[in-house]
DNA sequence: ATAATTAAAGATATTTTTATCCTTAATTGT
DNA sequence: ACAATTAAGGATAAAAATATCTTTAATTAT
């Protein structure tokens, strides 16, 4: 659904999130470890995270630095991340790719779509960082073993 | 939410869809036009569309030829567009770019998503070709001019 | 047979996304 | 002050998506 940007945002702000609960700052390497991501792909993202704009994700240069996630951060729902990485036109936009596409010059897909957006939109909206850091389910990627004989 | 590809895909049918319910062939150009795609980018998506194993539309070359869709394939739904693109995963995959996400080993959106994503693919999976092609609903981009005075 | 019209197929170009590398700045400990 | 560790920023590379152009094949009408 979003770009490869915006799905590691989503896990390493997560991840960073579980980090932050037990007040551990964790560096990129780990990171990027830590939700199979590409390192220096995961370090351009957490730049965007952490822009002064945007204030996900904070971070500290030095030995002992990394990064973290303030307590009032970590309220804000998880749709921010989608925000800070600019794909919240992936949800918002008309299905066809119309623009102007709404009640008053809708495409043929406006109105199926108007209710699934909703639900779509407060999956995003309605939980916290914390509370999907809160969650133990996985953040990495994992193979399962073709059960299948040849 | 899906890529260009797939957006003229969904449009060029639904277009040629209802030049064939008044059996009309149309060429790429007006195809192009009646959609506001680039044409020769719509003329390569048509080619997928109309592939042997797909067949969701027709073409005759020729003078008085041109794309059409038949009957049987006009009662198919929409997904089968998505499908011929190869772009159900931007529906089907985990939110967070999880292989193997599922009910065993999810991501901690798997759950909330997992409803919505039905409902995202009923819309696509409830309605025929033939059906959306009755509504009369636009699929050319307009231009809404602004109301703001400068 | 020839000319005109159309789609198919193949080649190329451009832009965007994804990924990596290198240098600089900040911080810490010795 | 110096060495080590960390993120920030800038530059580059590789891959994928988007877009265009050219040639070929099919069909039709003259």
Redesign the pocket.
Known sequence: MF????E?ALRATIFIARQSSIHK???????AEGIG?????T??I??QL??KNVQIVS?????????FIKEEASKRPIYNVIEAMQETHIIEDCVLGLPNCNEKTPCSMYKPYKDVKKGLLSIFKDKSIQEIANSKDRLIPIKIPNSKKP
């Open positions: 770009s490869k940007s915006t590691y700052k964790v560096n990129i390497r780990e990171i991501a590409p390192k220096y792909f370090a351009k957490l730049q952490s822009n971070s500290i240069s030095g030995p002992a630095g990394g990064f």
